[in-house]
């Protein structure tokens, strides 16, 4: 069964840090893309982060540029998503998602899986 688990979701001090682990099963990661996504409350999901199948092309928003670092480690399945010197606004529900290949941006239609999420709550 294709899966993707989101982890490490926390609550955080502004200024600190946290590392969100995505986990897939049930297909091989080598092969796609992956995203993440996050959805503040009462706002539209927007794309974070994306990295290519091989890892060689990251692609990040304009608003955590500096601050988050997407990798990935195919031989355990997992891709990570290291956030730095958080703000308040990047409380999120926080997503990964499959790529339909092995490119992908920030549009949620360029991807066809998706996990069930993970809070991040930064604090003042």
């Known amino acids: 069964q294709l899966q993707l688990v989101e982890s490490g979701g926390t609550l955080v001090q502004s200024g600190g840090s946290l590392r969100l682990s995505c986990t897939a099963s049930?297909?091989?990661?080598?092969?796609?893309?992956i995203g993440w996504f996050r959805q503040a409350p009462g706002k539209e999901r927007e794309g974070v982060s994306c990295?290519?199948?091989?890892?060689?092309?990251?692609k990040y928003a304009d608003s955590v540029k500096g601050r988050f670092t997407v990798s990935r480690d195919n031989a355990k399945n997992t891709v990570y998503l290291q956030m730095n010197n958080v703000h308040i606004e990047d409380t999120a529900v926080y997503y990964c998602?499959?790529?339909?290949?092995?490119?992908?941006?920030?549009?949620?239609?360029?991807?066809?899986?998706w996990g069930q999420g993970t809070q991040v709550t930064v604090s003042s």
């Open positions: 998602a499959r790529g339909r290949g092995m490119l992908a941006g920030s549009a949620e239609n360029e991807y066809d899986y």
């Open positions: 049930g297909f091989t990661l080598d092969d796609f893309a």
């Open positions: 990295i290519s199948s091989g890892g060689s092309i990251l």
